[in-house]
């Protein structure tokens, strides 16, 4: 009680095999509280199905995994200092599934500096993936990937009048930069460009310019609450425009916050369907879910679980004893990797991971696809 006591003051938790006598010590940083804490949550959730079920098994190669989490709020500095804690003082071998663009980015200094490897963070930044971060391993797809495509579904349906909000930071601009992408290819121009403080946006002063233009349809490039309370204050406007939106806000904690206002939003999805058994990876996912009490899993959840198994494969290819070095190479090892009806491969090369892009509905509280 005391040690947990001592971790908790300390704003480290830990989940995986606490007390146990061999170890293998991996670190994560994420907004556990803070505007994005209910995706994040998810994500952690689905990951440690398969952590659980993988100790309780006996762990790899007869090592348990620890997975040494700190929240940062969703704070840049507060990411890059919990990454330089983990790297220097917890000495773990890699850490995993960061959330946030420039939250990422900035633990890319102490990557670089000791040679540790991040996996799955929760991010689809092109800036991840091109030029090659080397030591960035993605699984789930970009962000300027899914907003093209959300935008030339909007343009194939007949909408002409779209306005885009975006947050002001790296997140928004690469966001944006797909969006545009998509427009470009429709032969089309958005409405309205507005960008939007990423702790603060000033809905007064940004629904006003969305409904003067009438605007049949909002593509809304943020994260989390901010983006819950813009669409509220849309609808509390009159607007009845279409709202898409990506990915990080894939979670069941999304819908929860937006309550009523949440029917017809349309979101980005880039794993498939989570009720969908006829993928293998889905299928094993429900399975570890309801064993532990659950009857489903969110979106946010599979891409959890989905980087984990990237982990764990990583960590089973490193050997016994698995060092930094050795994690790196593993994953750079990784050729055609089967994770459930999804494969993904790794080069020195290419860290680019999955590609996968679709459309979801809000309806009767639940993404339908």
């Known amino acids: 009680m005391k040690t947990l006591r001592a971790l908790l003051a300390a704003g480290v938790l ?4 606490l007390g146990a006598s061999a170890q293998i010590l991996i670190g994560q940083t994420a907004g ?3 505007s994005v804490a209910a995706g994040v949550n998810e994500t952690i959730a689905g990951a440690r199905l398969l952590i659980d079920s993988v100790n309780a098994q006996g762990g790899i190669n007869g090592e348990k995994i620890e997975v040494l989490r700190m929240d940062d709020g969703f704070d840049v500095q507060r990411a890059a200092e919990n990454a330089r804690v983990l790297i220097e003082d917890k000495k773990v071998v890699a850490l995993f599934m960061s959330r946030g663009t420039p939250h990422s980015q900035a633990i890319i200094p102490w990557l670089d500096k000791y040679d540790v490897a991040l996996i799955g963070p929760s991010t689809g930044a092109m800036a991840l993936h091109k030029p090659l ?8 797809s970009t962000y300027q990937r899914e907003a093209e495509k959300a ?9 002409t009048r779209i306005a885009v909000v975006h947050v002001s930071d790296s997140f928004g601009k690469d966001a944006l930069e797909g969006a545009m992408t998509g427009f470009s290819k429709g032969k089309a121009t958005p409405l309205v460009v507005l960008p939007a403080d990423r702790d603060k946006p000033d809905y ?3 629904v006003p310019k969305i409904t003067a233009g009438n605007a049949q349809a909002v593509v809304w490039l943020g994260s989390g609450t901010a983006v819950v309370n813009g669409i509220k204050a ?11 939106t990506l990915s ?13 206002a949440s029917g017809g939003v349309i979101v980005t999805q880039v794993f498939p369907n989570e009720r969908s058994i006829g993928q293998p990876m889905v299928k094993e996912a429900l399975a570890l879910a309801r064993a532990s009490g659950k009857n489903e899993v969110s979106p946010a959840a599979l891409e959890g679980f989905a980087s984990a198994k990237v982990l764990v494969e990583a ?3 490193a050997g016994p004893k698995p060092t930094r070095a050795k994690v790196m190479a593993a994953l750079e090892s990784i050729r055609n990797y089967d994770l459930g009806g999804m494969e993904l491969s790794y080069s020195p090369q290419d860290h680019s991971g999955l590609e996968y892009a679709e459309l979801s509905i809000i309806s009767e509280g639940r993404f339908k696809r």
């Open 14 to 17: 830990t989940f995986g095999a």
């Open 32 to 34: 556990m509280t803070g």
């Open 133 to 140: 971060q080397r030591h960035v391993f993605n699984v789930r």
């Open 151 to 159: 935008v030339q579904h909007l343009l194939t349906i007949g909408m």
């Open 204 to 206: 007064a002063a940004i």
């Open 234 to 244: 849309l609808r509390a406007a009159g607007s009845s425009a279409q709202v898409v």
């Open 248 to 260: 990080n806000n894939a979670s069941a904690g999304f819908i929860k916050e937006l309550g009523d």
């Open 315 to 317: 960590l089973r290819r």
